[in-house]
């Protein structure tokens, strides 16, 4: 525990998840391997959006995926807090597959309350909400397939949320979709997100929708992953792309990547 | 544009009028003639015979039934047969496919037994099972009823054709689940039990139908062949069989049709089971 200093700034929210030096290695054919993660720390905080940005392959789904207890760290650990737990609250919304595609809309919305045994009326009606306010109130009986992608990755979200998650976990969730529909989907998920009160980690390689979503960015270099910079953003209200401290930052943010790939 | 495709419409609707009903009703007419000509009909007789047979399903044949009669004995012995493959085979199939050590286990036995013919198991499911009946197995002797003819051998019979079909596409299947959907459903809250239900099963749903499509192709095969042996005395291909040491053409080929009609039909059935339960096959996002 000797590395990992973080809950030290107690006036702040309480750490909900915690990273201490994780590292991960796969192994490939005989002899090769890939550090996909080497000496990861960081915590993330009780309600905070965090971004992390990082080049496509540089480990971040590795990370996630450790975080969510899909995979596991071969060096480090991992801490959860205020009764985070595997498959009860840390919700997970992947860039594709993202519904069961022989479930409706609605059957999809409805799997985590399903599992958990909840009564058929009341997941209906739990369900039916959060339909209507990721906006696919006219979609409840369509199928995946029937669906835009950004209309999927809306379902998918409302899917998540079904499971009143403390921890959302997002691993490119807008990353096949057209700009406009990304404008839309970033400014819903920042909605959803000040309404519902959760924690959300949510990873990109997009330098843009990091800076318009995230309150804190991790900025994630690679082989092996980690993190080169912690920045915070004290841009208030709705971000605007326009904007001078946009530009410094997306010009910093790029600059720290691009050193990287020399 | 809108025109052409209409025009393409009509066509293939015009070809598809000319392949089910000019076509068949040519080669009818050829037969017809070609029947009477050869004056022959105990060796080819001509369609309005057989005809005349089909029209009179109930006709009793010398002492072995009517071809309705003997029908519904094939179909009530081959649905309990494929009914029992199917439950067996696909839910070992599921167990098989998820658990790799027991896949490890039993499919060298499986790939072992699959290649022969079910038709080689009856001599031994009849000594098994003697010529006992279902009803005789829940302690019932006679029920004058139709089961009275559905001996367990024929069932055995029946049960390993439709079983390994069945048993294979079912494990092709739930090896094809996506490992997005499992850990999707694990993330959601799933047990492992729940996963079965709700992410096994149907996924691999279009895989199963896929194989019970075939088993029940390859059932309908094995009972025509297994009514035709010896020591048989009911059945469609026990009538045919009859019929023809009995020189009744007619009565031969009336059966041979109900054959081929009744194994179109069921194949026709589960292709629409497939489209009305799985219409999101291959439209995964």
């Known amino acids: 525990m000797s590395g990992c200093d973080n809950k030290k700034h107690s006036e702040e929210k309480p750490v909900v998840l915690e990273v201490c030096g994780i590292g991960k290695t796969f192994h490939s054919g005989s002899s090769r391997q890939t550090e996909a993660l080497k000496n990861v720390s960081f915590a993330v905080r009780h309600g905070e959006f965090v971004t992390v940005v990082g080049a496509t392959g540089c480990g971040k789904t590795t990370l996630l995926n450790i975080i969510a207890g899909l995979d596991t760290p071969d060096d480090g650990q991992l801490h959860l807090y205020n009764g985070l737990h595997f498959g009860e609250n840390i919700a997970y919304v992947f860039q594709h597959y993202t519904l069961f595609p022989w479930r409706s809309v609605l059957g999809n919305v409805s799997f985590g309350l399903q599992m958990r045994r909840i009564a058929k009326s009341e997941r209906k009606d739990r369900a039916r909400q959060l339909i209507c306010e990721v906006g696919l109130e006219n979609f409840e009986d369509a199928y995946p397939h029937e669906l835009s992608g950004g209309m999927r990755q809306r379902a998918a979200i409302a899917q998540a949320l079904a499971i009143k998650p403390k921890l959302l976990l997002m691993d490119e969730p807008f990353g096949a979709l057209d700009d406009s529909t990304r404008t839309e989907l970033q400014q819903m998920l920042t909605g959803l997100w000040r309404e519902h009160h959760m924690t959300i980690l949510f990873v990109t390689h997009n330098i843009d929708e990091a800076l318009m979503l995230g309150e804190k960015i991790f900025v994630f270099t690679e082989r092996p992953g980690r993190i080169a910079k912690e920045l915070k953003i004290k841009m208030q209200g709705p971000r605007n792309k326009t904007t001078k401290e946009f530009t410094e930052l997306f010009i910093k943010i790029r600059g720290l990547l691009s050193t990287q790939m020399d | ?285």
């Not at chain 2, 599921?94 to 001599?123: F, H, K, N, Q, Y």
């Not at chain 2, 099963?201 to 309908?220: E, N, S």
């Open chain 2, 1 to 285: 544009m809108h025109k052409e495709k209409q025009k393409n419409k009509d066509t293939r609707k015009r070809d598809s009028f000319f392949g089910w009903i000019v076509v068949p009703a040519l080669v009818l007419v050829i037969w017809q003639i070609a029947a009477v000509s050869l004056k022959q009909p105990w060796i080819f007789p001509p369609v309005t015979m057989v005809f005349k047979q089909l029209l009179h399903p109930l006709r009793e044949h010398y002492a072995s039934g009517s071809l309705l009669s003997n029908t519904l004995v094939s179909l009530v012995r081959v649905l309990t047969g494929f009914l029992l493959a199917s439950i067996t085979a696909v839910t070992l199939g599921i167990i098989m496919g998820s658990i790799r050590i027991l896949r490890t286990l039993i499919e060298p036995a499986v790939e072992l037994i699959r290649p022969l013919c079910p038709i080689a198991w009856l001599p031994f499911a009849i000594v098994i099972f003697k010529l006992k009946t279902l009803p005789q197995l829940i302690g019932i002797s006679y029920s004058h009823t139709i089961f009275d003819q559905v001996q367990l051998g024929m069932i055995f019979v029946i049960f390993v054709g439709g079983f390994f079909p069945i048993l294979t596409n079912t494990l092709d299947g739930v090896t094809g689940v996506r490992k997005n959907y499992l850990l999707l459903a694990q993330t959601l809250g799933a047990t492992r039990r729940q996963a079965f239900l709700h992410v096994y099963l149907p996924a691999a749903m279009p895989m199963i139908l896929t194989g019970l499509r075939q088993g029940i192709g390859l059932c309908w095969f094995v009972i025509i062949a297994a009514e035709m042996m010896t020591g048989t005395d009911s059945g469609i291909g026990y009538l045919l069989m009859y019929a023809s040491d009995n020189s009744a053409m007619d009565i031969v080929i009336s059966a041979m049709i109900i054959i081929g009609g009744i194994g179109a039909g069921l194949n026709f059935l589960m292709r629409a089971a497939c489209y009305r339960f799985v219409s999101w096959q291959g439209k995964e996002v």
